[in-house]
C-alpha cells in the first residue's frame, strides 16, 4: 500500500522568506502526486498536481513542486512567503490506476512571523 | 458554482444517538469519498463510491455506513456515535477513476463532530 510522510509538523518561517515544505511517498511504482492547503477552519485546496512529464510542476498562489523519482519525493516551495500562506499543508499520493483512494500525508503546519 | 456542500457544519452529539452527515455535488462527478481528519493523522478515508450503487470501505470504515443512491450525494450515517468518532470529516468528488487521469478531488468545507 502506497504512504507518504511530511517529516516537518510544524515549520515557522518569515515574511518573505523562502519555503520548502519536504515530502516523501511510498509506492511500488509513479502515483499522482498532490499538494493541498488548509487555511484554518476551511476545506482543502489543491495547490498542484504531478502526473507526468515535466518534473517541476507549477500551481497556484506562486507554489511550485519538484519531483525526484530518485528520491522518492515531491516537495513543496516557494521563493517568498506571504502572511496569507499560513495554513497547514498536505502531500499526497493516488495510484494511477484503479480506485481513487487518495493517501496524505500527516500534514506540515506554517506559521509565517514578521 | 461548482462545490461540494456538506450539512451540518457543527454537530454536537450524544453517545448511541443516531446521526446522518449530508453530502452533495453539483459536478456530475461519478466519484465521491469520505474523510476524517484527526490532529497529527492527516485525512484518512472512510468510504469512497466510484458511482451510484457502488461504494466501498476506505481505511477506517468501522462504525460508519454510507449510501449513493443518486449521483449528487453521498451521506455518511453513524448508526451509534461513540466518542471516538469525534472529529473533522470532508466530503470529496472527482470526475472519475484514476486510470482516467488522477483527476482532482474538490472537497467539502467540513463537518465537525463532537459525541459527547
Known amino acids: 500500500a502506497q504512504s507518504v510522510t511530511q517529516p516537518d509538523i510544524h515549520i515557522t518561517v518569515s515574511e518573505g522568506a523562502s519555503l520548502e515544505l519536504r515530502c516523501n511517498y511510498s509506492?511500488?511504482?509513479?502515483?499522482?502526486l498532490f499538494w493541498y492547503v488548509q487555511s484554518p477552519g476551511q476545506g482543502l485546496q489543491l495547490l498542484l498536481k504531478y502526473f507526468s512529464g515535466d518534473t517541476l510542476v507549477q500551481g497556484i498562489k506562486g507554489f511550485e513542486a519538484e519531483f525526484k523519482r530518485s528520491q522518492s519525493s515531491f516537495n513543496l516551495r516557494k521563493p517568498s512567503v506571504h502572511w496569507s500562506d499560513a495554513a497547514e499543508y498536505f502531500c499526497a499520493v493516488l495510484p494511477n490506476f484503479g480506485n481513487e483512494k487518495l493517501t496524505f500525508g500527516t500534514g506540515t503546519r506554517l506559521t509565517i512571523i514578521p | 458554482e461548482a462545490q461540494v456542500t456538506q450539512n451540518p457544519r457543527y454537530l454536537i452529539t450524544v453517545t448511541g444517538k443516531k446521526l446522518t452527515v449530508t453530502c452533495s455535488q453539483n459536478?456530475?462527478?461519478?466519484?465521491m469519498s469520505w474523510y476524517r481528519q484527526d490532529p497529527g493523522l492527516g485525512l484518512r478515508q472512510i468510504y469512497y463510491s466510484m458511482n451510484v450503487e457502488v461504494t466501498d470501505k476506505g481505511d477506517v470504515p468501522e462504525g460508519y455506513k454510507v449510501s449513493r443512491k443518486e449521483k449528487r450525494n453521498f451521506p455518511l450515517i453513524l448508526e451509534s456515535p461513540s466518542p471516538n468518532q469525534t472529529s473533522l470529516y470532508f466530503c470529496?468528488?472527482?470526475?472519475?477513476?484514476?486510470?482516467?487521469?488522477?483527476?482532482?478531488?474538490?472537497f467539502g468545507p467540513g463537518t465537525r463532530l463532537t459525541v459527547l
Open positions: 470529496a468528488s472527482s470526475l472519475g477513476p484514476g486510470f482516467s487521469g488522477g483527476n482532482e478531488q474538490f
Open positions: 459536478m456530475n462527478h461519478e466519484y
Open positions: 509506492y511500488g511504482a509513479t502515483p499522482y
